[in-house]
T-cell receptor
Framework: NAGVTQTPKFRVLKTGQSMTLLCAQD?????MYWYRQDPGMGLRLIHY???????AKGEVPDGYNVSRLKKQNFLLGLESAAPSQTSVYFC???????????????FGPGTRLLVL | AQSVTQLDSQVPVFEEAPVELRCNYS??????LFWYVQYPNQGLQLLLK??????LVESINGFEAEFNKSQTSFHLRKPSVHISDTAEYFC????????????FGTGTSLTVIP
């Protein structure tokens, strides 16, 4: 099991450029999340998904879009990057299906994004 | 929405000394509680969790946390820290029955001094 993987690991963008971050999990989890981590602010939820084909806004959704076309993948898009989006982005997944109670979130290694 | 407070942003402690990292949450409903650890340049890993039952939960590497419902706290303790415990520690809360969101504190940076 690879767990939760994220690509790319690092990226430098210029203001106004677009990019997509990919998160993949092989644990058959229903729920997937995108967070950003900034110094002194902990983790803040950007968007999340409770199943294939569904997405919902979190605490800081502005400037981001997401898609969950396949259960194992959760994509985070930046349509027009801004310096304020410089951050470390973490993907997480949780809640295996078939009624198993498992509240733990499993995190990917993170993507470090710098927007110039 | 929930809020999670970690009052100590940085905690320096000497090796083999005890440590307590504080976590308080705001909630009028039942919650699940978690401590995650983040080592430098890595993602978060679950350290321990409280779902139900005994209010004292332990991790495999000697940490423990106690759920105190009356004080809405879930402080993390270790009687003797090691250099390898140097990391960022995050407290998190999820509602019962399971909600869609986790709420994280701002983190406590634990530095163990040789």
């Amino acid at each position: 099991n690879a767990g939760v993987t994220q690509t790319p690991k690092f990226r430098v963008l210029k203001t106004g450029q677009s990019m997509t971050l990919l998160c993949a999990q092989d644990m058959n989890h229903e729920y997937m999340y995108w967070y950003r981590q900034d110094p002194g602010m902990g983790l803040r939820l950007i968007h999340y998904s409770v199943g294939e084909g569904t997405t919902a806004k979190g605490e800081v959704p502005d400037g981001y879009n997401v898609s969950r076309l396949k259960k194992q993948n959760f994509l985070l898009g930046l349509e027009s990057a801004a310096p304020s989006q410089t951050s470390v982005y973490f993907c997480a997944s949780s809640w295996p299906s078939a009624g198993v109670v498992e509240e733990t979130q499993y995190f990917g290694p993170g993507t470090r994004l710098l927007v110039l | 929405a929930q809020s999670v407070t970690q009052l100590d942003s940085q905690v320096p402690v000497f090796e083999e000394a005890p440590v307590e990292l504080r976590c308080n949450y705001s909630s009028s409903v039942s919650v699940y509680l978690f401590w995650y650890v983040q080592y430098p340049n890595q993602g978060l890993q679950l350290l321990l969790k409280y779902l139900s039952g005994s209010t004292l939960v332990e991790s495999i590497n000697g940490f423990e946390a106690e759920f105190n419902k009356s004080q809405t706290s879930f402080h993390l303790r270790k009687p003797s820290v090691h250099i390898s415990d140097t990391a960022e520690y995050f407290c998190a809360v999820s509602e019962v029955p399971p909600g869609n969101q986790f709420y994280f504190g701002t983190g406590t940076s634990l530095t163990v001094i040789p």
